[in-house]
């Protein structure tokens, strides 16, 4: 009997140390990504080994860190998905016995707690020491701004433990919800991150229908579209003309007239861009201007539409069936029934949906004008603005399973803290993000298919001159076939 239950605990920490071993080397692929991603993009600073440079250092790792739980949260249902499905296909498989259930809902667990680490820790912490100077009469230098920060953030945390008691209080007052508010890590910090996923699905809610209609621009503008009706080598020529009288008006203006060169610089830069745009067109092949471009935009057209659809049977399935709604059953349990009604072909469509819908909703995110100029740049962003970009992807990609279930886009059941939120089980609310989604998501794709039409009309009624219609992002102003500028 002892040598039964010796077996079992040997057993028991095998598989624990295997799970941990999963998990690290995972998270390391994603730390390695992430650091590269944010070095592309942080501006290049002195190589000098100075207090604010190892201050930068600091807060670039714990952005690196911060990034590498969004990438590990937007996975996450992905790969439980797709471990659901090889789970059923394979289930006495020898080489996949560590995938297993037990490493599903360690994995749930570990992002919702890291997602809380580093949103209410270590962004605070990277945004605090970045900007802190240390306190006045005390020596300066790396050990008074840590000071500083910690000041900082126990300032902080009171203020919003203050807020959400009072927020607690207001909505539930009787005597069992005043006793739970005393319960710091069973109740303040469930609440707190269920109050930021709500926020971060309404933030989805905004960004993912805009982002939906933004992708076929953003497409259009990596991709090469076809040429109709178009002349390139004339509108070659005329770029080259356009570059020649610019060059010609910088080198005659005088050094002195500051504000004229950089005007006359960037019509430069911008007039460059088109032409590069020229030649790109002008040597692409012929299938990859008359195929690729309608085959891409065929596939956005039909990846959108399905997310609608299924956002309307979801509408339907709420209103008759009340396991339809996010906080429900428990389910089967991993590895033991498809979710999918197509099986592994369903689970990849999940998959592929849940994708696109993440990317559409950071282009949204980005489109949005409050966020306009958050944009990161190449080589020339300051980290103060890589701290706020990794807070807003990690806010996103927290809330993106939620909302992937919410909206039906898929039916395995939420794990961990993620299926524990209080408005998942309120049905007026999820009810209404499910309107609210489809109803924004339709309205978007309209505008967006008939802005062409509303221009014509504005034309002929002679109130274009009005911008009625007129998106500066989607505009593009380029020379047509007869040498005049025409607005697309």
């Known amino acids: 009997m002892e040598a039964d239950e010796v077996t079992i605990r040997e057993q028991n920490f095998h598989s624990q140390v295997r799970e941990y071993t999963i998990c690290f080397l ?7 990504v992430s650091y590269f991603i944010i070095t592309r993009y942080k501006r290049k600073a002195d190589e000098q080994e100075d207090e604010d440079a190892i201050v930068n250092r600091i807060s670039l790792f714990l952005s690196t860190f911060t990034l590498a739980v969004s990438a590990g949260a937007v996975l996450l249902l992905p790969f439980s998905i797709i471990s659901n499905e090889i789970l059923l296909s394979f289930p006495q498989n020898y080489y996949i016995q560590w995938l297993n259930g037990s490493l599903i809902h360690g ?18 912490f990277a945004f ?8 006045a009469g005390l020596k300066k230098g790396i050990r008074a701004r840590i000071l500083e920060t910690l000041v900082m953030l126990i300032l902080l945390a009171l203020l919003i433990l203050g807020i959400v008691w ?28 269920s109050c930021i996923s709500l926020m971060g699905c309404l933030l989805l809610l905004l960004c993912t229908p805009v982002g939906l209609s933004r992708m076929f621009t953003v497409m259009g503008q990596l991709l090469v579209k076809p040429t109709i009706l ?78 609608v659809l299924l956002v309307a049977l979801n509408i339907l399935y709420l209103l008759v069936d009340e396991t339809a709604m996010p906080k429900g059953s428990g389910g089967p349990g991993i590895g033991n029934a498809s979710l999918s009604t197509f099986g592994f072909v369903g689970a990849a469509l999940e998959i592929i949906l849940i994708f696109y819908l993440m990317v559409s909703s950071v282009v949204g995110f980005y489109s949005l004008r409050f966020f306009e100029n958050f944009t990161p740049r190449k080589d020339d962003t300051t980290m103060t603005k890589i701290i706020g970009n990794c807070v807003s992807i990690l806010v996103l990609s927290s809330a993106l399973p939620v909302m992937s279930r919410t909206l039906g886009i898929t ?16 049905f007026y609310i999820v009810l209404s993000y499910n309107l609210l989604f489809a109803i924004m998501t339709t309205l978007c794709l309209v505008r967006k298919f008939t802005s062409a039409v509303r221009e014509e009309l504005l ?11 007129n998106n500066p992002r989607d505009s593009e102003t380029k020379p047509s076939a007869n040498g005049h500028q025409k607005t697309l």
Not at 459 to 469: E, N, P, V
Request: glycine share 4%; charged share 25%; hydrophobic share 45%.
């Open 128 to 135: 605090f020491f970045l900007e802190s100077e240390g306190f």
């Open 26 to 32: 995972l998270f390391a692929v994603l730390y390695i």
């Open 411 to 426: 039916r395995f059941d939420l794990l961990g803290d993620f299926g524990r939120f209080n408005w998942l089980g309120n």
């Open 230 to 307: 178009e002349d390139l080598d004339e509108q070659m020529y005329i770029i080259t003309l356009e570059e020649e009288a610019i060059q010609r008006r910088l080198n005659g203006v005088s050094s002195t007239v500051e504000y004229q060169t950089v005007e006359l610089e960037r019509e430069l830069e911008k007039v460059k861009s088109k032409k590069t745009n020229l030649e790109r067109r002008k040597k692409a092949s012929a299938w990859e201007r008359n195929l690729v471009y309608p085959a891409v935009m065929i596939l956005l057209l039909i990846e959108t539409s399905f997310s």
């Open 459 to 469: 034309k002929a009624l002679g109130l274009d001159k009005l911008h009625l219609s």
């Open 107 to 124: 994995l749930w667990n570990l992002a919702s707690l890291f997602s809380n680490l580093c949103l209410f820790v270590l962004m605070p």
């Open 166 to 193: 009072v927020a607690s209080a207001l909505i539930d007052n009787d005597a069992a919800s005043m006793e739970s508010l005393y319960d710091l890590w069973e109740f303040y910090l469930p609440y707190l991150y």
